[in-house]
């Protein structure tokens, strides 16, 4: 049974952003201060990563844990409306790896992040930077 009403359910997920969530600006902002330029959401490309390398063809993908279904206590599915939130996440992850198949196969690599490796900026840097320039 959902807890909140109809009319609070609606506010709470129109506030749920798509783009520039603060998982992925913490991403931008350290790629931003080690001198990293880069394009964001590109349309042309499979899943709008959030993060593109055009040029050296990488793609970062910042996932926040609960929508893209990880395994960990932050994405762990809410006890009410299971009905609607396992097959939502399921297709979430599908297309996500549908998305990274494509990108795949024409040639980009694929960076997925979550939301809580964020949480140890200091471990997540060198392999962000690894990526990027390996």
Same mark, same amino acid.
Not at 9 to 20: A, L
Not at 27 to 51: A, C, E, N, S, W
Not at 87 to 116: F, H, M, S, Y
């Given at each position: ?15 749920? +952003?798509?783009?520039?969530?603060g998982p ?8 931003? %201060? ?9 349309? %042309? ?9 055009k040029g050296?063809?990488? @793609?970062?993908? @910042?996932?926040?844990?609960? /929508? ?12 009410? +409306?299971?009905?609607? /939130? ?6 979430? +992850? ?15 690599? @694929?960076?997925?992040? /979550? ?9 997540? /840097? ?5 990526? @990027?320039d390996g």
């Open positions: 049974m959902d807890t909140r009403s109809p009319a609070q359910r609606r506010r709470i997920m129109q506030s749920v +952003k798509t783009k520039d969530t992925e600006m913490i991403v931008r902002r350290m790629l931003h %201060d080690h001198g990293y330029r880069y394009r964001l959401h590109r349309k %042309d490309l499979p899943g709008r990563p959030d993060i593109v390398f050296r063809r990488k @793609v970062i993908f @910042v996932h926040g844990c609960f /929508w893209h279904g990880h395994g960990c206590s932050k994405g762990k599915l809410p006890k009410s +409306k299971l009905n609607y /939130w396992q097959p939502k996440i399921e297709q979430n +992850k599908t297309r996500d790896d549908r998305n990274i198949a494509e990108l795949e196969a024409a040639g980009w690599k @694929v960076l997925v992040i /979550w939301q809580c490796e964020l949480a140890n900026s200091e471990a997540l /840097w060198p392999w962000i930077q690894g990526f @990027v």
